[in-house]
């Protein structure tokens, strides 16, 4: 169930999304003009706004290149169709993607983390905000930067992002244009490694969880 508007349409009072009756899902997660809904069988479905207010350069629901829909100002029905620009929950069908295991969502970018410890991003790339090269991204693409790595969780905020790995590593991308953030100043497009210090060997990063200027680093004591 939703309420509220994602992007200029009218607000929608608490309604049903009827694509998503008796799937059963593990995750649902939201940027500021869309969804993704994360089922217990690794499909990932998404729905809402393919561009959000301000156009982004790429689809936000990775759906394939944007569709041009008429009567943006209407209010979206409950079954199908794409009334006030609004598209009902599909899903994501990419070659190569396999189940997802995790995503996340920020304002205009998303990131997904296959059961196999691979990361895909989509949406907008302003700032290097997807950590790959393709600039019009309107599919889950892979961060290649990465391949080889276990990755086991990602966080986005705006158009900065983070993974944590298998191993207990982590890496960063983006914050390279609008507001920043924390991943900005690092010289350089794509992901790189974070390091820390004063943590006790004994103990492993697991997890990794962003907001605009600052983040989190979960650490887990491993078993002797």
């Given at each position: ?7 200029v ?7 049903e ?5 008796d ?17 217990t ?21 990775g ?7 008429a ?77 080889g ?23 960063m ?23 820390w210090g ?7 990063c697991?997890?990794v ?8 680093l ?7």
């Amino acid at each position: 169930l939703t309420a509220g508007s994602f992007c200029v349409e009218p607000p929608h009072a608490l309604k049903e999304w009827v694509a998503l009756r008796d799937v059963p899902l593990r995750s649902l997660v939201a940027g500021s003009f869309h969804c993704c809904a994360l089922t217990t069988r690794g499909e990932l479905y998404t729905f809402g706004h393919q561009r959000g207010r301000d156009t982004s350069n790429g689809n936000l629901l990775g759906l394939g290149e944007p569709r041009l829909v008429a009567g943006e100002d209407a209010e979206a029905d409950d079954d199908g169709g794409a009334a006030g620009g609004i598209f009902p929950p599909q899903k994501v069908v990419v070659a190569g993607l396999g189940p997802i295991a995790e995503v996340s969502c920020s304002t205009y970018t998303n990131v997904a983390i296959t059961v196999d410890g691979r990361a895909f991003s989509w949406g907008d790339s302003d700032g290097n905000a997807l950590g790959h090269a393709r600039s019009n991204c309107h599919v889950p693409t892979c961060v290649t930067t990465l391949r080889g790595l276990h990755v086991t969780h990602g966080s986005l905020s705006y158009t900065n992002a983070a993974v944590a790995t298998e191993d207990g590593r982590c890496f960063m991308w983006g914050g390279n244009y609008w507001y920043g953030g924390i991943a900005s100043g690092r010289n350089s497009s794509g992901p790189t490694e974070v390091v820390w210090g004063g943590v006790p060997a004994c103990y492993k990063c697991s997890s990794v969880a962003l907001s605009h200027e600052h983040g989190y680093l979960i650490f887990r004591k491993q078993r002797e």
